[in-house]
């Protein structure tokens, strides 16, 4: 049995890694049932229910710029959907971790306590947890650039769901963006763009999913392109096969 490492595990949510800042963190897949029981019976009938998850986290408070305060504050207080992902082994290409695209944040305590450090923790709920892979890894980079491939031994002809994390662009000069291909192969040797992103340094740091359609080969690889005269991208991506 291969055992993990905690503190490997990386966090995101929307625009934001958690990693730092993260102490305990619980990716949770449950399911409701309800009682069929009747008068007479001897023992509880269960029928089982919707799916029920949610996101439980737990870590230090820190209330600059890029903290986890101003994160999870702004995602009670705005009510709107959030991207979360978890990789309990870390988000090095290849590893599979825990996406959510749909999620709220249902609660934010920061907890204080004499003589110790001040700490945070939250529940985030989720409508389904997807269990992707990392396509490159959690990666800054300066210039353009193809990563390794992923080798997921089959295709997949109903597509994929493709995550991705940005926490931070910068693009200066010439069309002052960033491009973000999803690259398939049947032979690792040729390649084609199975999807394209363009992020413009105007738009900022997003998180966003969208949905592959048709034949996804076997292989798998992210390319940025620095469609400008200089600048930097911090992303995390991540992929699910549709059955």
Same mark, same amino acid.
């Given at each position: 049995?291969?055992?993990?490492?905690?503190?490997?595990?990386?966090?995101?949510?929307?625009?934001?890694? $958690?990693?730092?800042? #993260? =102490?305990?963190?619980?990716?949770?897949?449950?399911?409701?049932? /309800? +009682?069929? %029981?009747?008068?007479?019976?001897?023992?509880?009938?269960?029928?089982?229910?919707?799916?029920?998850?949610?996101?439980?986290?737990?870590?230090?408070?820190?209330?600059?710029?890029?903290?986890?305060?101003?994160?999870?504050?702004?995602?009670?207080?705005?009510?709107?959907?959030?991207?979360?992902?978890?990789?309990?082994?870390?988000?090095?290409?290849?590893?599979?971790?825990?996406?959510?695209?749909?999620?709220?944040?249902?609660?934010?305590?920061?907890?204080?306590?004499?003589?110790?450090?001040?700490?945070?923790?939250?529940?985030?709920?989720?409508?389904?947890?997807?269990?992707?892979?990392? $396509?490159?890894?959690? #990666? =800054?980079?300066?210039?353009?650039?193809?990563?390794?491939?992923? /080798? +997921?031994? %089959?295709?997949?002809?109903?597509?994929?769901?493709?995550?991705?994390?940005?926490?931070?662009?910068?693009?200066?000069?010439?069309?002052?963006?960033?491009?973000?291909?999803?690259?398939?192969?049947?032979?690792?040797?040729?390649?084609?763009?199975?999807?394209?992103?363009?992020?413009?340094?105007?738009?900022?740091?997003?998180?966003?999913?969208?949905?592959?359609?048709?034949?996804?080969?076997?292989?798998?690889?992210?390319?940025?392109?620095?469609?400008?005269?200089?600048?930097?991208?911090?992303?995390?991506?991540?992929?699910?096969?549709?059955?």
């Amino acid at each position: 049995m291969a055992v993990k490492d905690a503190q490997d595990t990386d966090v995101f949510l929307d625009i934001y890694d $958690l990693t730092a800042f #993260t =102490t305990q963190v619980s990716p949770v897949k449950k399911r409701d049932f /309800n +009682d069929r %029981s009747v008068m007479g019976d001897a023992a509880k009938k269960w029928h089982p229910s919707l799916r029920d998850s949610e996101l439980s986290w737990e870590g230090w408070f820190d209330n600059d710029v890029a903290g986890e305060d101003v994160a999870l504050s702004a995602a009670i207080d705005d009510g709107t959907v959030e991207m979360a992902s978890v990789w309990l082994e870390g988000s090095a290409r290849g590893n599979e971790g825990y996406a959510s695209q749909y999620g709220f944040t249902d609660s934010y305590e920061v907890m204080s306590q004499v003589g110790n450090l001040v700490v945070a923790k939250a529940t985030l709920k989720v409508t389904e947890w997807d269990r992707v892979t990392s $396509l490159n890894g959690k #990666t =800054t980079a300066t210039a353009t650039g193809v990563g390794s491939s992923n /080798n +997921d031994l %089959s295709s997949s002809a109903a597509g994929a769901r493709w995550y991705y994390w940005v926490t931070a662009i910068s693009a200066t000069g010439g069309n002052t963006q960033w491009k973000i291909d999803f690259g398939h192969s049947s032979d690792d040797s040729a390649w084609a763009d199975k999807d394209t992103v363009t992020l413009t340094n105007a738009g900022g740091p997003q998180a966003a999913v969208r949905t592959i359609a048709g034949t996804v080969d076997q292989y798998t690889r992210q390319e940025l392109t620095l469609d400008a005269s200089s600048g930097s991208i911090t992303i995390l991506s991540a992929y699910v096969r549709l059955a």
